[in-house]
């Protein structure tokens, strides 16, 4: 008998055909049965319905979590449309950006075409200069700014920039440049309160201003010639001249034989020859096609002044180019009237000596004594005669008179850069 038919007897009988039962007794208790048999049948209805109920809570659970995941599928749908959107504009975008570089491109080649066409600054055979004039066409070829300043035909302007801003914006072009002199040759030259940028850029402005005046004289380093820095000291103003190295032969001399010897070692587009304090020179006669001397005779006497004067005119060749600097009348204003602080000669010497500067045009006031700072200068400056060195100063009219047998005085700048004043001569 099976287990079921065991534990509930009468299961057997009501899945058994049906019988006659014999006694009412029989009948009772088959009724008996059949209600037991209802009750059980009630009772798996009823676990079924509780079955349905969770069947149905979780069909509508499944309901909701598909409304979710539609709900989602769509956001992700939306989200994958803006997505095409998107890559289609930077499609775009990025086929502008191709159409650019491309026009770029060709304009630069067209660019590198007319520099290979022409140089800015033809090559020269002094390697370090050589060096430094590639890097700044380099530099001028990458900037349009720079191209549209500086057209071709004006590489002394272009040379002026790129030593004043351009290479000293960038270290490693800073480490091209010509190296700076020791401040104690930076000092015998421009005094012990410049550093190193001031002495470049000061040399720029005077090498600058004494071009232009060189060209008022007939002289264009552009064409060629041979142009002498009269004390030149350590090489200041030549760096500025160095930028026509590849048309002008360039040679500085100065009674500073450390400072030749420095220009000679670091400076390599000019030649260097040292004087003595006084004439004859080793230069050869007209030898030079121009010659200038910046804040040299403003230093000299009378007498010495004259000498060289006459050394520079038998060192040129007639029609040369001179241009000398002096300390004029806007000097003497300045230092009289205290505007500008001076110790030799004070502002009373000065005053005191005016009478006569006035008659005669000329005065002299030696250093006799320089103090430095630096020891190197009171060592070398001990050697010196310094009733021999000192500051002059001279007049206009004691310019026309006392030179212009050797010079044609081509003009007079009254103090253009408010020190000097620029003697433009021409050999006669
Ligand atoms: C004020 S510095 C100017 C140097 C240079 N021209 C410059 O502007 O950088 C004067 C120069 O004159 C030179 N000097 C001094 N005595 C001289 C002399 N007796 N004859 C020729 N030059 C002299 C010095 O050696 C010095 O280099």
Known sequence: ?????????WLSRITQPAQLRATPEENLAALENLTEIQAHREWVIDGLRAHVANLEATLQRLEEHTDNLERELEGVRAHAVNLEKLLAEREARLADVEAHAANLERRA??????????????????????????????????????????????AADYWYWLLWHGLGSRAEWASQLYPSPEPHLIHRVVGEN???????RGGLVDGWRIDGCLREAGFDPARGG??????????????????????????????????????????DFAEFRPLPMQPPSPLASGEFDAVYAFSVFSHLPEALQRRWLEEIARITRPGAAVVVTVHGRHVIDEIVSRRRPHETPTPQQLARALPELEQRGFAFFPYRKLRFRDIENDRYYSTWDLDQYGDAFVLEPYVRARWSDLFEVVAYHDAPDDWQDYVVLRRR
């Open 1 to 9: 008998m099976a287990r079921d038919e065991q534990s509930r007897p």
């Open 109 to 154: 080649g067209r660019r590198r075409t007319r520099l290979a066409e022409r140089s800015m600054f033809p090559g020269v055979r002094f390697p370090r200069l050589n060096a430094i004039f590639r890097l700044g066409e380099r530099i001028w070829s990458e900037r349009e700014d720079l191209q549209e300043r500086f057209p071709l035909d004006r």
């Open 194 to 200: 410049t550093g190193a940028a001031g002495y470049l």
């Open 226 to 267: 041979k142009l002498l820095d009269f004390g030149a000291g350590c090489g200041r103003i030549l760096q500025y001249f160095a930028v026509y190295a590849s048309s002008c032969r360039l040679v500085g001399c100065d009674v500073d034989k450390g400072a030749m010897d420095w220009c000679g070692k670091h400076l």
